[in-house]
């Protein structure tokens, strides 16, 4: 298996306008999730998927932010507008199942830098 | 809610020695504890996994150990290698949810 895939690896756009990332899990994981790594706040947690299904995205910044998983292979995080803020580096990670301590897999990343 | 902490310095160790990095928590005691390593430019890998029930877990030169008296685990590194340098970071579980948190990370830089 290639491992989480995730597209654009950098990005740079000016504030306003919209940003799509996408993320390709890893086939057979039936958890997605969206994490958004920063300096100054470390790794978090934006939202998470089961099956397809937002189960938990009390993370999630703003309603700037939202997330799709149309299907099991397939999730797009998207910001609408931009900010400067929001630069960082957004990584999405798939397991297998979770609750019982299984790995997560993290993608390569995307590097958002905001103008 | 949960909080951890880790080493917020860089920690600089000689090739070939020990390498201790700690990972406190406050609140509830997790069912489980993870450790991953980063490297610069990519996303975090995972190395352990060691429950609750478990005192010391080791694979090759690595061993964490996990003393939920004192809400704290201990990643060591035997023979350390400057291939061992990058960024390690613990992570537990939120409660009973379905997802963990990270702590912030503790860089270490092995040199030769």
């Known amino acids: 298996d290639a491992g989480v895939i995730q597209s654009p690896r950098h990005e740079v756009t000016e504030m306003g306008q919209e940003v799509t990332l996408r993320c390709k899990p890893i086939?057979?994981?039936?958890?997605l999730f969206w994490y958004r790594q920063t300096m100054m706040r470390g790794l978090e947690l934006l939202i998470y998927?089961?099956?397809?299904?937002?189960?938990?995205d009390s993370g999630m910044p703003e309603d700037r932010f939202s997330a799709k998983m149309p299907n099991a292979s397939f999730s797009t995080l998207k910001i609408q507008p931009s900010e400067p803020r929001d630069s960082a580096v957004y990584f999405c990670?798939?397991?297998?199942?979770?609750?019982?301590?299984?790995?997560?897999?993290f993608g390569p990343g995307t590097r958002l830098l905001v103008l | 809610s949960q909080k951890i902490e880790q080493n917020s310095e860089a920690l600089n160790i000689q090739e070939g020695k020990t390498a201790t990095l700690t990972c406190n928590y406050t609140?509830?005691?997790?069912?489980?504890l993870q450790w991953y390593r980063q490297d610069p430019g990519r996303g975090p890998v995972f190395l352990l996994l060691?429950?609750?029930?478990?005192k010391e877990k080791r694979k090759e030169r690595l061993k964490v150990t996990f003393d939920t008296t004192l809400k704290q685990s201990l990643f060591h590194i035997t023979a350390s290698q400057p291939a061992d340098s990058a960024t390690y970071l613990c992570?537990?579980?939120?409660?009973?949810?379905?997802?963990?948190?990270f702590g912030s990370g503790t860089r270490l830089s092995i040199r030769p």
């Open positions: 990670a798939s397991s297998l199942m979770s609750g019982g301590g299984e790995t997560q897999y």
């Open positions: 086939s057979g994981h039936d958890y």
């Open positions: 998927f089961n099956n397809n299904v937002p189960i938990d």
């Open positions: 609140n509830y005691s997790p069912a489980y």
């Open positions: 060691i429950r609750e029930n478990e």
């Open positions: 992570a537990l579980p939120y409660s009973s949810a379905s997802k963990i948190i």
